[in-house]
């Protein structure tokens, strides 16, 4: 079962998400951390970055790996991961880009593409944390519902919900890119630990079904359960729902 951890404020889960990394880069500087997008891990990112700024801690010698990224859409393109990332994070902290790795969703081989983001991973030793968010469909990273548990990274197609997710960011439904490459479910759950962030009323029903409903292909999220060494970090909104459940 995952710990959860329910922060009274909006600061608060921001510390304790920043806590995680930071505590972790204590016992190893050159950790490897998997990252994601949207808009749950922004003030993290905030956090991280003024942590860094103050020379609290620093990302010199992590390597990090991104969990997905659309394909086929211009790396500069204002709404890829990329451009998150920078904005977001990179561009703030002293991680060197030689250690930064993104799915490159304009690969001319995307297959290989997956399998080198596979090797990457496991020649460096493997995932320390993988910070994950969760989609309003359960899904984790871009593993829709239905995807399995020991799937790789590869080329998924998106679903409706999630192209919806990310129609104003590409100013219409017809711009989203209909697939992305995802680190898989089993890829996730190879790392050492895992740290779940959801924030939000409209995450309340799924976080439920995804840490106390039952172990589904239909909760992509629910994977989680079975890992033994996961934080579930909710603010008070998204954990609203737990209550009276199993
Ligand atoms: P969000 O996305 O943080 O923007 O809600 C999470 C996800 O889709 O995994």
């Known amino acids: 079962m995952p ?34 997008t949207g808009n749950t891990p922004v003030p993290l990112y905030a956090e991280l970055s003024r942590r860094c700024l103050n020379e609290e801690m620093s990302f010199a010698e992590v390597r990090t790996f991104n969990l997905d990224e659309f394909v086929a859409m211009p790396s500069e393109h204002p709404a890829s991961f990329e451009t998150y990332m920078m904005t977001h994070l990179f561009a703030h902290i002293d991680v060197d880009m030689a250690n930064v790795h993104m799915p490159d969703g304009n690969s001319s081989n995307l297959e290989q593409e997956c399998r080198a983001y596979e090797r990457d991973i496991a020649a460096l030793g493997g995932i ?9 469909n359960g899904h984790l990273a871009f593993n829709e519902p239905g995807a399995a548990f020991d799937s ?40 050492r630990r895992i740290l779940l962030l959801a924030r939000g009323r409209e995450k309340a029903e799924i976080v439920a079904r995804a840490v106390r409903g039952p172990i589904t292909r239909e909760v992509p999220a629910s994977a989680l359960q079975s890992h033994p060494n996961v934080l579930v970090l909710l603010d008070r909104a998204s954990a609203s729902q737990l209550h009276g459940m199993r």
């Open 3 to 36: 710990s959860i951890t329910v922060a009274a404020s909006d600061d608060e889960f921001s510390t304790i998400a920043a806590d995680q990394v930071q505590r972790l880069l204590r016992t190893r500087m050159d950790s490897i951390l998997a990252l994601p």
């Open 128 to 136: 320390d944390l993988a910070i994950v968010g969760i989609g309003g």
């Open 152 to 191: 790789r990274t590869r080329v998924v197609d998106l679903t409706a919900e999630s192209l919806e997710a990310h129609a104003s960011e590409f100013g219409g439904l017809a711009q989203v890119p209909r697939r992305a490459i995802t680190m898989g479910i089993g890829t996730i759950l190879e790392a």
